[in-house]
């Protein structure tokens, strides 16, 4: 898989993924996790919550960010070093989430990328936004 | 701890303390990797793993994370938890086969029943491979 060196990259530059959120990937995501939290798994409880129907794993969200960066941008050999993460709307079970990242600052000296990742749902409404910090492949491995 | 347990923002004080431990098997971290759609990344492939500074392969950092999430939803503050935000920095790479045991901290009580969380993962019982802290609000 083609991977993307420090060289390669330019402020602005931008990947994404546009995913829609099946019921089968909460699922699996609450099994591998084992995170069972009704207001993933539970739609009467959930219908009772302020969200009024069952809503994906904030994680399960973030996942597909780091995806992009793992598999496009970088891509492949990157090495994801920190992320900040706000959690702006419920990502619901049928929503259609792009994940976007975008190079936000170059850090050649340290091999270092940070971008700017955001999620949207299909309406376009922001759920997630953060900077992720990243090290890509370097060109001789 | 009942699979409803939950803590009210009022009965919390800063300093209070949970830990959840899992081992990061292969199994998980291959089934992870489907979950998110990593189909050839140096999580799942030894080939790819040799070219990397580890040498071996190493978990998915948005896997660790959601072990956080776990233990605030079943431990700290528990059922009903909304995850509002999260800042973490990762130190160390964990490799499969690797137990992680997740240290959380309440730092701060903050406004509207929120709580700033200290998210710390350790390898084995010891090094320290990721820091964080999150900010979520209490289901009560």
Same mark, same amino acid.
């Given at each position: 898989m083609k991977f993307l060196t420090m060289e390669d990259l330019s402020i602005g530059q931008e990947a994404s993924v546009t995913r829609t959120i099946s019921e089968s990937d909460v699922y699996l995501f609450a099994g591998v996790? /084992?995170? #069972?939290n009704p207001a993933h798994t539970n739609e009467v409880y959930a219908s009772s919550s302020s969200f009024s129907h069952r809503i994906a794993h904030g994680m399960l969200t973030a996942g597909l960010v780091s995806s992009v960066l793992g598999m #496009?941008?970088? /891509?492949?050999g990157t090495i994801y070093l920190g992320q900040t993460l706000k959690f702006c709307a419920p990502v619901y079970i049928g929503d259609t989430i792009t994940a976007t990242v975008k190079v936000a600052e170059l850090i050649p000296e340290k091999n270092r990328v940070i971008l700017d990742t955001v999620c949207t749902n299909q309406d376009g409404k922001i759920v997630l936004s953060g900077q992720a910090t990243v090290m890509p492949q370097k060109s001789a491995a | 701890m009942g699979k409803y347990y939950y803590r009210t923002w009022e009965s919390i004080s800063i300093g209070d303390r949970e830990e959840f431990s899992i081992e990061m098997t292969d199994d998980l971290v291959r089934r992870f990797s489907n979950v998110i759609g990593d189909t050839d990344s140096f999580h799942i492939s030894d080939e790819a793993a040799k070219?990397?500074?580890?040498q071996k392969r190493i978990c998915h950092g948005a896997h660790l994370l959601s072990y956080v999430c776990v233990a605030i939803g079943q431990? *700290?503050? +528990?059922? +009903?938890t909304i995850y509002c935000s999260h800042e973490f920095e990762f130190l160390e790479p964990v490799y499969i086969g690797d137990t992680i045991r997740v240290e959380l901290e309440v730092l701060e009580k903050l406004d509207h029943h929120r709580l700033a969380i200290r998210t710390d993962i350790y390898r084995g019982? =010891? =090094? *320290?491979v990721m820091k964080g802290k999150a900010v979520v609000k209490t289901y009560k």
């Amino acid at each position: 898989m083609k991977f993307l060196t420090m060289e390669d990259l330019s402020i602005g530059q931008e990947a994404s993924v546009t995913r829609t959120i099946s019921e089968s990937d909460v699922y699996l995501f609450a099994g591998v996790t /084992g995170d #069972q939290n009704p207001a993933h798994t539970n739609e009467v409880y959930a219908s009772s919550s302020s969200f009024s129907h069952r809503i994906a794993h904030g994680m399960l969200t973030a996942g597909l960010v780091s995806s992009v960066l793992g598999m #496009q941008l970088p /891509g492949p050999g990157t090495i994801y070093l920190g992320q900040t993460l706000k959690f702006c709307a419920p990502v619901y079970i049928g929503d259609t989430i792009t994940a976007t990242v975008k190079v936000a600052e170059l850090i050649p000296e340290k091999n270092r990328v940070i971008l700017d990742t955001v999620c949207t749902n299909q309406d376009g409404k922001i759920v997630l936004s953060g900077q992720a910090t990243v090290m890509p492949q370097k060109s001789a491995a | 701890m009942g699979k409803y347990y939950y803590r009210t923002w009022e009965s919390i004080s800063i300093g209070d303390r949970e830990e959840f431990s899992i081992e990061m098997t292969d199994d998980l971290v291959r089934r992870f990797s489907n979950v998110i759609g990593d189909t050839d990344s140096f999580h799942i492939s030894d080939e790819a793993a040799k070219d990397t500074v580890f040498q071996k392969r190493i978990c998915h950092g948005a896997h660790l994370l959601s072990y956080v999430c776990v233990a605030i939803g079943q431990k *700290l503050p +528990g059922f +009903g938890t909304i995850y509002c935000s999260h800042e973490f920095e990762f130190l160390e790479p964990v490799y499969i086969g690797d137990t992680i045991r997740v240290e959380l901290e309440v730092l701060e009580k903050l406004d509207h029943h929120r709580l700033a969380i200290r998210t710390d993962i350790y390898r084995g019982d =010891s =090094s *320290l491979v990721m820091k964080g802290k999150a900010v979520v609000k209490t289901y009560k």
